[in-house]
């Protein structure tokens, strides 16, 4: 369902791997491990069609990420490192923002409903910026129960969590697994996870 042909990662002068093959069935769990500046950001931007290959080819349902752009989108969520909120908008317009940016018009209740999941029950109207870091992070996951997309690529999603954020977030990944989404993850942190395939690793 998602797969990487061949793939050479250069960036700037550093080729940060090559010859990069891999393919995730639904269902299955990525996980992208390695040193500060090997690369994991760099293979998730890829796997989301942000960063261009030196060569090879990623494929989403058998078609290039090239070919496919719009539909692509919908059926994406890409977590970055950095929550991509904005600082004045409340909770809840973050939330909807992005879910909109990515294809997915969420209603005030659909948006208010996945805020409570996330713990921010009571912070819809608070702007971003009155937010501590973990309830930055708790927003930015929020998005994950937007939409239904299929493919999930989060990059280092538990930092900054607390337990029971952590414990949530285990939650919302086994059921998506267990439903036959995809996941991609990078993490420092060796995050026990219940998953019905076996997970992928890749050690970069
Ligand atoms: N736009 C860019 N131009 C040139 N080099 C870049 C660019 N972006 C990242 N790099 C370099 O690519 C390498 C890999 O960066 P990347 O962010 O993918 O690593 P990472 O494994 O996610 O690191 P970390 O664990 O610190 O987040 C680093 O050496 C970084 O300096």
């Not at 040193?35 to 796997?47: D, E, F, M, P």
């Not at 919908?74 to 973050?94: C, F, Q, T, W």
């Not at 299929?150 to 919302?172: C, G, M, N």
Request: aromatic share 4%.
């Amino acid at each position: 369902m998602l797969e990487l042909r061949n793939i050479d990662c250069i960036r700037g002068a550093r080729t940060l791997f090559s010859g990069l093959d891999l393919r995730l069935q639904p269902g299955q769990l990525l996980r992208v491990q390695g040193a500060n500046g090997a690369g994991k950001t760099s293979l998730l931007r890829l796997i989301c069609g942000l960063l261009a290959p030196a060569r090879g080819e990623v494929l989403w349902r058998g078609e290039r990420l090239a070919d496919l752009r719009e539909e692509f989108g919908r059926e994406l969520v890409y977590i970055g490192h950095a929550a991509a909120l904005k600082d004045d908008l409340s909770a809840l317009e973050n939330l909807r923002t992005a879910a909109l940016l990515g294809g997915h018009a969420a209603t005030p209740a659909a948006a208010r409903a996945a805020l409570a999941s996330a713990g921010l029950g009571g912070r819809e109207t608070t702007p971003a910026r009155l937010l501590s870091q973990g309830q930055r992070r708790r927003l930015a996951l929020a998005r994950l129960l937007i939409g239904a997309p299929p493919l999930w690529v989060l990059d280092e999603p538990f930092d900054a969590l607390d337990s029971s954020a952590l414990q949530w977030l285990r939650e919302l990944i086994a059921g998506h697994l267990g439903r036959g989404g995809i996941v991609v993850l990078s993490s420092h942190q060796e995050v026990a996870l219940d998953t019905g395939l076996a997970p992928m690793v890749v050690a970069l």
